[in-house]
C-alpha cells in the first residue's frame, strides 16, 4: 500500500512540474496585455493607471500602418507561391515513383531547417545584382523559398491520408489527368493546401532575418519595425502593437483549426 | 505511405497501371520542375554565393578560415554558441518530457486546452516573445520589482545581457519544438505494452525504464536536433538579450551588415551551414538505423 501511495506523490509531482511549465510557456505573451493599458510612460508592473493611449498611438502610426499593410503585401502572394510550388512538389515526391525522391524531400524542407542568417547573406548579393534589393520582389521571393516547407508537408500528409487507388480507379474509368487531378485530388487535399497557405502566411508575418537584409524603409514589414523600436527606445506602443499582432496569429490559427476540421468532415462525407 | 517499386524496369500489371495513371514518373518530373527551379535560383545558388565568397580574400582561398580558426575571439563566440545550445537542448528536454507524457495521457477539452498553451506560443512572433522577456528580466522589469516588493532581494538583480536571461528567453522560445516531436512519439506508445510490464512484476519506474523510455526515444533525438539546430542558428534572441558574448548568428550579422566584412562572414556561415548540414544528416542515418520516423505502414 505505501509503494502505491509513493508512486502516486510521484504522478502528482509530475503533474504539477507540467503545469508549472505550461505556465512558464504562456506568462510571458500574457504580462505584455496589462503593460499594453497602462497609463505610465515607462514600462512599470503593475501599472499605476489603465489607459488606451498607447492603442491610439499605435493606431495613429502611420509607421505601423505602413508595415501592416507591407507585410500583407508580401505574405499574402508570398504564401499563394508557396502553396503552388509546395502542392507541385507534394504531388511529385509523394505520389511519383522517380529515383531520389528522399534526397529531394530534404531539399524541400531543408529552407525551413538550415539556419535564415545564412540564406539571408546569400540572398543579399544576388538581389543586389538582379537589381531588385529592398524592393517587393526580393522578400517576395525570399519568403516564399522559406514558406515551401511548410506547405509541402501539409500537402504531402494529405496526400499520404489516402490511397492512390482513388485515383487509379479514376484513371481507368477513362478520366485524364487534367479531370483525375481535378476530381479526385484537388478535394482530397484541398484542406491541406489552406492549411498550408494559413501556415506560410503566419510563417510569412512573423519572419525577420529576411527582412532586415532585403527590405527598405519602404518596404520593411512589421516584425523589421518591432525590431528597430526595441533597438531604439522600449515604449509601450511595443506592447500595444503586439497584442494586436497576437490577436492576429490567434485568429489565424482559431481558422486553420476550422478549415481542419471541417474539410476533414466533408471529405469523409464525400466518399460515403 | 504504400511501397513503392524501386526499379523502374519491373513491369507487373499494377505498376503499369500506375505509370499510365494520373502519376506516371515522368509527368512527376515534371511537376517537380517548378519548385526545383525556384529552389535552384533563390536557396541553392544562394548558399553557393556564401560558400564562393568566403573563399575570396587578399591570398589564398582559405584566408577567412584561418581567420576564423586563429582569431581567439571568433573561436570564443563558435565555442559559446556550442555551450549555449546544448544547455538549451537539455533544458528544454528536462523540461519538455514531463509535460509530453502528462499530454499525451490527456483526451477531450484538457487536451486541446494543453495544446492551445503549447501551439499559441509557437506561432507568435519571436519578437514579441523575446521582447517580453525584456520586459520580464530587464532591471526594472516584472521579475525584479516583484522580488523587491517581497522583500527577498534589496537591488535588481542583473539578469539581461549576461546570458542568463537569453537562456531562459531561448528556452522558452525552442519548448515547443521539443514539445511537439516527444508528443508525437509518446502517443504512439501502446499502453498494452506498459501494463504488459507491470503484469510481469515491474514496478512503475522500471517499466519507465525498461519500456517507456527506449519506445520514447525517437521523440527525444527528433526534438533534440531541432532544437539544437535552431539554437546553433538562432540571431533574434541573443542580438536583444545577449551580453558581451555574442553567438554566431549575431556576430555573421555584424561582420556583413555593420563591418561589411563579407567574406569573414561568409565564412563563419559556411561554417555554421555545414554543422547544421552534418547534425542532420546524422540525425536521419539514426532515424532510418533504428525504424523509427517512418509512416507505421512501412516498416511492418
Given amino acids: ?272 | 505511405m504504400p511501397p513503392v517499386p524501386k526499379s523502374d524496369a519491373a513491369a507487373s500489371p499494377p505498376h503499369r497501371l500506375r505509370r499510365r495513371a494520373w502519376s506516371p514518373s515522368r509527368g512527376n518530373a515534371l511537376l517537380l520542375l517548378p519548385p526545383l527551379l525556384l529552389l535552384t535560383a533563390f536557396f541553392i545558388v544562394p548558399l553557393a554565393t556564401v560558400f564562393i565568397q568566403s573563399l575570396s580574400g587578399d591570398t589564398l582561398g582559405l584566408t577567412q578560415y584561418r581567420e576564423v580558426v586563429t582569431n581567439g575571439a571568433t573561436v570564443s563566440v563558435l565555442l559559446y554558441t556550442f555551450q549555449v545550445a546544448l544547455q538549451v537542448t537539455l533544458g528544454a528536454l528536462i523540461l519538455s518530457y514531463p509535460v509530453a507524457f502528462m499530454v499525451s495521457r490527456l483526451r477531450g477539452n484538457l487536451l486541446h486546452l494543453c495544446l492551445g498553451m503549447i501551439l499559441i506560443p509557437f506561432w507568435t512572433s519571436t519578437v514579441i516573445r523575446t521582447y517580453a522577456w525584456i520586459v520580464i528580466l530587464q532591471r526594472r522589469g516584472v521579475l525584479n520589482e516583484a522580488f523587491m516588493d517581497l522583500g527577498l532581494i534589496e537591488k535588481p538583480l542583473r539578469l539581461v545581457s549576461n546570458g542568463v536571461g537569453m537562456q531562459i528567453a531561448m528556452m522558452h522560445i525552442m519548448l515547443p519544438f521539443m514539445i511537439l516531436p516527444l508528443l508525437s512519439a509518446m502517443r504512439g506508445i501502446d499502453g498494452n505494452l506498459l501494463r504488459a510490464a507491470s503484469v510481469m512484476g515491474a514496478n512503475p519506474w522500471r517499466q519507465f525504464v525498461s519500456v517507456y523510455l527506449p519506445l520514447s526515444l525517437p521523440g527525444i533525438s527528433a526534438g533534440c536536433v531541432l532544437v539544437f539546430i535552431t539554437s546553433l542558428g538562432f540571431y533574434i534572441t541573443p542580438a536583444l538579450l545577449g551580453g558581451q558574448r555574442t553567438m554566431v548568428a549575431v556576430l555573421i550579422e555584424q561582420q556583413a551588415s555593420r563591418l561589411l566584412n563579407w567574406p569573414l562572414a561568409s565564412a563563419l556561415a559556411t561554417i555554421l551551414l555545414i554543422l547544421t548540414c552534418a547534425l542532420f544528416i546524422l540525425y536521419e542515418r539514426a532515424l532510418r538505423s533504428t525504424g523509427g520516423g517512418r509512416p507505421a505502414g512501412e516498416t511492418a
Fill in chain 1, 1 to 272: 500500500m505505501t509503494t502505491s501511495a509513493h508512486w502516486r506523490v510521484v504522478g502528482a509531482g509530475i503533474t504539477a512540474f507540467s503545469v508549472l511549465v505550461l505556465v512558464y510557456l504562456v506568462v510571458p505573451t500574457l504580462v505584455i496585455v496589462p503593460l499594453s493599458f497602462s497609463s505610465a510612460t515607462f514600462l512599470s508592473f503593475p501599472p499605476p493607471g489603465w489607459s488606451l493611449q498607447w492603442y491610439e498611438a499605435f493606431a495613429g502610426s502611420a509607421d505601423y500602418r505602413i508595415a501592416i499593410f507591407n507585410s500583407i503585401k508580401i505574405g499574402v502572394p508570398a504564401a499563394l507561391l508557396a502553396t503552388i510550388f509546395g502542392t507541385l512538389a507534394a504531388l511529385a515526391l509523394v505520389r511519383g515513383s522517380m529515383r531520389g525522391r528522399r534526397p529531394l524531400s530534404a531539399l524541400m524542407l531543408a529552407p525551413l531547417i538550415l539556419p535564415q542568417i545564412v540564406l539571408a547573406i546569400g540572398l543579399f548579393p544576388i538581389m543586389v545584382k538582379l537589381g531588385i534589393i529592398g524592393s517587393y520582389p526580393a522578400i517576395l521571393l525570399g519568403h516564399t523559398v522559406v514558406c515551401l516547407p511548410l506547405v509541402f508537408i501539409t500537402v504531402s500528409a494529405s496526400l499520404r491520408s489516402y490511397a492512390p487507388t482513388y485515383e487509379m480507379a479514376a484513371m481507368t474509368l477513362g478520366a485524364n489527368p487534367w479531370n483525375t487531378f481535378r476530381f479526385v485530388t484537388f478535394p482530397m487535399i484541398r484542406v491541406g493546401m489552406v492549411v498550408g497557405f494559413i501556415f506560410a502566411f503566419t510563417f510569412s508575418f512573423d519572419e525577420l532575418i529576411l527582412a532586415i537584409f532585403l527590405t527598405s524603409p519602404a518596404t520593411r514589414t512589421v516584425p523589421r519595425l518591432l525590431w528597430e523600436q526595441l533597438n531604439y527606445q522600449m515604449t509601450p506602443v511595443i506592447a500595444a502593437a503586439t497584442v494586436v499582432l497576437l490577436l492576429i496569429t490567434i485568429s489565424l490559427l482559431i481558422a486553420a483549426a476550422i478549415v481542419n476540421r471541417y474539410g476533414r468532415g466533408k471529405e469523409k462525407a464525400a466518399f460515403e
